[in-house]
C-alpha cells in the first residue's frame, strides 16, 4: 500500500509520527512523507522518502508579520489570534497548495496527518483519497476553538471541499496518542489507540549520566520557547539538588551563553530524551505536549515550567492527574524551583500515580500493531 504522511514541519509535530512511519515501512507499506526540508533527515533515517511541502509554524508567523516573531514577543491576545489565523488559515492553504500534485503524482492509497495539519486533510479529501489524523496527544491543548474552525471552512470553501466533520479532526479517524487518562470526550470521532513512542535522533546516551547511584533529573524547555536566561533560572535552581542534572538546551538556546555551570548540571544541545526520561527521577519542562506525554511514558514525576500556548493546559492535566507540580510565570523563581523539585523527588504518592500512568500507556497498541493493521483503513 501506498502511504502519504505529512506534517507541519517542526520537531514537535514529525517526531511523534516517527514510530508509526518506521512501523508503516518495516510492515512492507510505500511511504512518503510531505513535510518542510528542517525535519528530512529524522524521516529518511525512519525509512520514508521525504518531499518538501508546507511551512512550518515560524514561516507562518512570520509571513503574517513580515520578519521573525518569537512567541514570547507576542501578548497571550496576540498569540492566540496570531496561532488561529497560522493554523486555520496559511498552512492550510501552503500545505493544500502543495500537495496537491503530489498527491496527483504519487497516487497513495491512504494519507495519514498530524492533526494540525488541516491543509494534508483538506487535500486528501479534494483528491478523494482516505485519510487518518495522527494525535500530538490532548485535543483540548492543540484544539485553538471557534476562531481557527471558522478559518479552515474558509480554505475548505475556497478549495471546493466540503469536509466529512468539523474540527480538527475533520472527519478523519484519530490515531490517538494521548493516555486515555488525559484524552477528552471525543463524542462520535472514530478513536484509534496508538502508544506514544519517543523518537530519538541517532544521539547517544551521554557518558556517565545513567545507571549511577543517586538521582537524576532531566530539564528541557523544548524546540520553540526555551530561552536562556529561563532556563538558566531552572538550571539554578535544580544545582541546589542533591541530584545529578541533565540539560537539553534544545536548537534555539546558544549553550555558551548559560555561562558557568554548576558541577552537577551537564548541558547538551540535543539529547535521546526518551532513553534518559525512562531514567529520570524527575522531569522538568515547559509542558510542550512531547515532552508531557514523553515524561509520562518513562515513568517520571513533573515539575512543569509552562511558557505558553498550550502548555499552561497541560500543566493542568499533569497536576490534576496528581502527576507533578507546576510553576507559573513570577511563582517560577529558583528558590521556588529549588523546593518544588526537592518535594517532588521524595514524593511517594506522586510517584505511584507517574508509575500507574506509564503502566496504562504500555498497555496501549503499539506503533508495529497499528501499522500492520493500516491496510485495512482503505
Not at 511523534?16 to 518506521?22: A, Y
Amino acid at each position: 500500500m501506498k502511504i502519504l504522511f505529512s506534517s507541519l514541519g517542526t520537531f514537535g509535530h514529525t517526531y511523534p509520527v516517527l514510530p508509526l512511519v518506521r512501523a508503516a515501512v518495516e510492515a512492507g507499506h510505500e511511504v512518503v512523507y510531505a513535510t518542510t526540508e528542517r525535519v528530512h533527515p529524522a524521516i529518511a533515517a525512519a525509512g520514508a522518502e521525504p518531499v518538501a511541502a508546507g511551512w512550518d509554524v515560524r514561516q507562518a508567523v512570520a509571513h503574517q508579520f513580515g520578519r521573525p516573531m518569537r512567541p514570547q514577543d507576542l501578548s497571550p491576545q496576540e498569540q492566540e489570534r496570531v496561532s488561529a489565523i497560522s493554523f486555520g488559515t496559511v498552512l492550510p492553504e501552503r500545505f493544500a497548495t502543495d500537495l496537491a500534485p503530489l498527491l496527483e503524482r504519487h497516487k497513495p492509497d491512504l494519507v495519514i496527518r498530524e492533526v494540525l495539519n488541516l491543509g494534508a486533510a483538506l487535500a486528501a479529501a479534494k483528491a478523494g483519497v482516505p485519510a487518518l489524523c495522527h494525535g500530538l496527544g490532548r485535543m483540548d491543548a492543540v484544539d485553538l476553538g471557534p476562531a481557527l474552525h471558522a478559518n479552515v471552512r474558509e480554505v475548505a470553501a475556497g478549495l471546493g471541499v466540503e469536509p466529512a466533520g468539523d474540527g480538527l479532526l475533520l472527519g478523519n479517524p484519530l490515531l490517538d496518542i494521548c493516555p486515555p487518562a488525559w484524552q477528552r470526550d471525543l463524542g462520535d470521532a472514530e478513536r484509534l489507540p496508538l502508544r506514544p513512542v519517543q523518537h530519538s535522533d541517532d544521539v547517544p546516551v551521554p557518558e556517565g549520566v545513567v545507571g549511577r547511584d543517586g538521582k537524576l533529573v532531566y530539564l528541557s524547555l523544548g524546540t520553540v520557547f526555551s530561552d536562556a536566561p529561563v532556563l538558566r533560572g531552572a538550571i539554578d535552581g535544580l544545582a541546589a539538588l542533591d541530584a545529578r542534572v541533565v540539560v537539553s538546551a534544545g536548537p534555539l538556546v546558544d549553550v555558551d551563553a548559560l555561562g558557568e555551570l554548576p558541577a552537577n548540571v551537564s548541558v547538551h544541545r540535543w539529547l535521546p530524551q526518551g532513553e534518559l526520561l525512562r531514567h529520570a527521577d524527575l522531569s522538568v519542562h515547559h509542558g510542550g505536549m512531547g515532552t508531557t506525554i514523553g515524561s509520562a511514558v518513562g515513568g517520571a514525576v513533573h515539575l512543569v515550567l509552562p511558557q505558553g500556548a498550550d502548555q499552561f493546559g497541560n500543566a493542568e492535566a499533569v497536576v490534576g492527574s496528581g502527576l507533578g507540580r507546576a510553576l507559573v510565570g513570577a511563582d517560577a523563581t529558583v528558590e521556588a524551583i529549588t523546593g518544588a523539585a526537592r518535594e517532588l523527588l521524595v514524593d511517594g504518592e506522586r510517584r505511584a500515580a507517574a508509575e500507574a500512568m506509564a503502566a496504562e500507556i504500555a498497555a496501549m497498541p503499539s506503533p508495529e500493531d497499528v501499522g500492520a493493521e493500516l491496510g485495512r483503513r482503505v
